[in-house]
C-alpha cells in the first residue's frame, strides 16, 4: 500500500492543531492547493454572529526544532498574499514542541523590505508565538485596518497610554503632553475604539517616545528631554505622520496648524519632512513647518523628500514656483557664510526646479550663478546638458546646440545626442542633427534607438521642406500645413507636420494616433515601427488604441491589426521592463561634494 509523504503528514497536522487553537465559534475552512492559501478563517462574535472579519493563513510546518523561528519563503507568494483583499498571517508550525509562531504579512514586508532574491527568510521570536489572548488581539487588529481601509477619512485619531508600558519617573510628563493635545486639537480624542477613532498608543521607554497603531505601525523618536511641551510636540509630529500616512488629510492639517501655532520643532528631520512633503498641497503650511524645522539647512534624505514633493505635486504653476522658490532662498540666505563651492551646489538645485516648473529665464540665471561659484561645473556632462535644455526651452537653440556637443563629449549619452540633435534642428544645422541622431540609432535601448531613427527621418523631411518655406515653432501654422498636405495628398508632409506637433504640443495623443494612421498607409515599414514605438514611450498603449478604434470603423484589415498589436505589446512590454522610475538628485554631503540619489517616485 502506498504511503504518504511527512511532508503530507505534517501539513494535515500543522492545519488540524491550527484549527484546535483558534476560538471554536471561528469558521476555519481550508483551500486549494492551487489557491495559494493555506485556510480562510472568518471570525465570529460571542453571539456567534458574523463580524464580517476575514483573514488568510499561510502554514509551514518543520519537524527541525532548530527550524522553529525561521521560514524561508518565494517572494512571489508573498506579492500574491498581499495582493488579495482579505489581510494575510504567516504561521511556522514546529511538531516537535507543538508550537506555532506567527505575523501579520505587512510587519513581515516591513521587515524584509524590497529583496532582489527571489526567496526571502522571516525570522520570528519568542513574542511572536501564540497564545490564548491572541485572537482577542487579532480582532482588534482587524477592526483598525477596517478603519484604515473602509472607514470615513473624517474620524478622528485616538490617543491613549500603554499603561502596560508605562510607570517611570516621567509617566506624568506624558500624561500632561496626551492631555495638552487631546484639549488643543479638535480631531485627537481619548477613545480607542476603532469603529470610532483611529487609535494611537504611546509610552516612554528610556529616552524614546514609541508610538504605534496597534500591530500595524509605529515609530519612535528620541527625545532631548522629557519636559511635557517637548513630549507634546514630539506627538504632534508622530500623529500628523500617521494621519498622512493614512490619507487622514484633514486631520493632519489640523495638527500641522497646532504644530505651527505653537512653533514646535521634531526631533526627527524626516518624520518632519514627510509631514511637510504630504501637506504639500496645502503649500503655505507645509513651507511653514519645512522652515520651522529647517528642511533647508542640510541636504540629506529629508531635503530631498521634501524637494521631490514640490517638484512632483500637482499645485498650479505659481504656487508650485513661489514654495520652491521660498525653500531655495530660505537654503541660500542659511549658507550665506559657506564656501562659494557649497552654495553653488544650492543654485545648481534651484535651478533644475525653476527648470521642472517650467520658469527658464530664471533656471539659467541659477546655472550661471552655481558655474561662477563653482567652474567646474562646466567640466560636468548632466550640469551641461540641464543648462541646454533651459537654454532650448528659452529659444536659444545655437547656444544650447553648442551645451549640449559639450555635454556629449563630456559623458556620451545617446539621450543627450539626441537632445543636441534637436538644438540643431532648430538652429537649421541639418548635418549637425543628422550627426547627433546617428549617434543616437547605436544605443542598445530600444525606446533612444527608435527615437533617435523617427528624428533622423524628420530632420531629413524639414531640411526639404525648408527649401521653400520658413521653418516655424507654431503649432497653429504645423496644423495648417497637416491638413492642406493631406488635402493635397501629400502624404510625406502631412506625417512631417503631425511628427512636428507631437513633439511641439503637450496635449499630443491625438496627434501620435494620426501619425500612426499616416505611416500605416504608407511603404516605409521602419518609419511605421520608429512612429509606434514614439507613441509608445510617450503614451503608452493609448495612442495607439485610438488609432486602432478609428481604423476598424473604417473597415480595416484584421491581418493588419493583429501584426500592429503584436508590435505595440512588444513595445509596451519593453517601455515596461526599461521605465526609469525614478529621480536622480545630486546632494551635498559634508565630505563627499557631488553624490547621486536615485529617489523612487510614488505612487
Not at 317 to 322: D, G, H, N, P, S
Not at 342 to 349: K, N
Not at 584 to 593: C, G, K, N
Request: proline fraction near 3%; charge should be negative.
Amino acid at each position: 500500500m502506498p504511503k504518504r509523504s511527512r511532508s503530507h503528514q505534517l501539513e494535515a497536522e500543522s492545519i488540524r492543531r491550527y484549527e484546535q487553537a483558534l476560538p471554536s465559534r471561528w469558521v476555519c475552512r481550508r483551500k486549494d492547493e492551487d489557491y495559494g492559501v493555506d485556510l480562510e478563517v472568518e471570525v465570529f462574535d460571542d453571539r456567534d454572529e458574523a463580524t464580517g472579519l476575514i483573514f488568510l493563513v499561510q502554514l509551514k510546518a518543520t519537524d527541525d526544532p532548530t527550524e522553529a523561528l525561521s521560514v524561508a519563503m518565494k517572494m512571489d507568494r508573498l506579492l500574491y498574499l498581499g495582493s488579495l483583499d482579505c489581510p494575510s498571517i504567516v504561521v511556522r508550525y514546529c511538531s516537535v514542541d507543538d508550537s506555532f509562531h506567527w505575523k501579520w504579512l505587512s510587519n513581515v514586508f516591513a521587515e524584509i523590505g524590497q529583496p532582489e532574491t527571489k526567496t526571502v527568510t522571516i525570522r520570528f521570536c519568542e513574542t511572536d508565538a501564540w497564545s490564548d489572548a491572541d485572537p482577542e488581539a487579532i480582532v482588534r487588529t482587524f477592526k483598525v485596518y477596517r478603519t484604515i481601509r473602509l472607514a470615513s477619512r473624517q474620524l478622528s485619531l485616538g490617543l491613549g497610554i500603554d499603561e502596560r508600558r508605562c510607570g517611570g519617573p516621567h509617566s506624568f510628563e506624558l500624561s500632561c503632553a496626551v492631555a495638552e493635545i487631546t484639549s488643543s486639537c479638535r480631531i485627537v480624542g481619548t477613545s480607542l475604539d476603532p469603529s470610532e477613532c483611529l487609535p494611537v498608543m504611546v509610552h516612554l521607554d528610556g529616552e524614546y517616545l514609541r508610538s504605534r497603531i496597534d500591530m500595524i505601525a509605529s515609530i519612535t523618536v528620541h527625545l532631548k528631554s522629557f519636559d511635557r511641551h517637548e513630549i507634546a510636540a514630539q506627538l504632534s509630529y508622530v500623529l500628523a505622520h500617521f494621519a498622512c500616512g493614512y490619507e487622514f488629510i484633514s486631520q493632519a492639517r489640523d495638527l500641522a496648524t497646532l504644530i505651527r501655532q505653537r512653533r514646535y520643532r521634531c526631533q526627527s528631520r524626516n518624520v518632519a519632512a514627510v509631514v511637510a512633503a504630504r501637506l504639500n498641497e496645502h503649500p503655505t503650511l507645509a513651507g511653514d513647518l519645512a522652515a520651522l524645522n529647517g528642511i533647508h539647512e542640510r541636504q540629506d534624505e529629508a531635503y530631498l523628500l521634501y524637494v521631490h514633493s514640490l517638484l512632483s505635486s500637482s499645485l498650479p504653476f505659481e504656487e508650485r514656483l513661489a514654495t520652491a522658490s521660498r525653500f531655495y532662498v530660505d537654503a541660500l540666505e542659511f549658507h550665506a557664510a559657506e564656501t562659494p563651492e557649497r552654495q553653488s551646489a544650492i543654485h545648481y538645485s534651484f535651478g533644475n526646479a525653476l527648470r521642472i516648473s517650467g520658469a527658464m529665464s530664471r533656471a539659467v540665471r541659477q546655472y550661471n550663478l552655481a558655474r561662477r561659484k563653482y567652474p567646474d561645473y562646466l567640466r560636468r556632462g548632466y550640469f551641461l546638458a540641464e543648462l541646454a535644455a533651459a537654454l532650448f526651452f528659452r529659444g536659444r537653440h545655437r547656444m544650447a546646440a553648442t551645451l549640449y556637443d559639450h555635454a556629449y563629449e563630456a559623458d556620451a549619452k545617446p539621450q543627450v545626442a539626441i537632445c543636441a540633435g534637436d538644438a540643431h534642428l532648430f538652429c537649421g544645422h541639418f548635418a549637425e542633427a543628422h550627426r547627433c541622431y546617428d549617434a543616437a540609432t547605436n544605443s542598445d535601448d530600444i525606446c533612444e534607438s527608435s527615437e533617435a531613427a523617427l528624428k533622423d527621418w524628420m530632420a531629413t523631411w524639414v531640411e526639404q521642406f525648408s527649401y521653400r518655406n520658413y521653418l516655424t515653432y507654431s503649432p497653429h501654422i504645423w496644423m495648417s500645413v497637416l491638413e492642406q498636405s493631406v488635402e493635397a495628398e501629400r502624404r510625406d508632409h502631412a506625417i512631417g507636420a503631425c511628427l512636428m506637433l507631437c513633439y511641439l504640443t503637450e496635449d499630443n495623443l491625438p496627434f501620435w494616433a494620426r501619425a500612426i494612421s499616416l505611416t500605416t498607409g504608407g511603404e516605409d515599414r521602419d518609419l511605421l515601427f520608429a512612429v509606434i514605438a514614439g507613441a509608445v514611450w510617450t503614451h503608452g498603449q493609448a495612442a495607439y488604441a485610438l488609432f486602432r478604434d478609428g481604423f476598424r470603423r473604417a473597415g480595416g484589415s484584421s491581418d493588419a491589426l493583429r501584426n500592429l498589436d503584436g508590435m505595440v505589446g512588444d513595445l509596451f512590454a519593453q517601455r515596461t521592463s526599461s521605465s526609469k522610475g525614478g529621480v536622480t538628485t545630486r546632494l551635498l554631503r559634508e565630505h563627499h561634494y557631488d553624490s547621486v540619489v536615485e529617489e523612487p517616485t510614488n505612487p
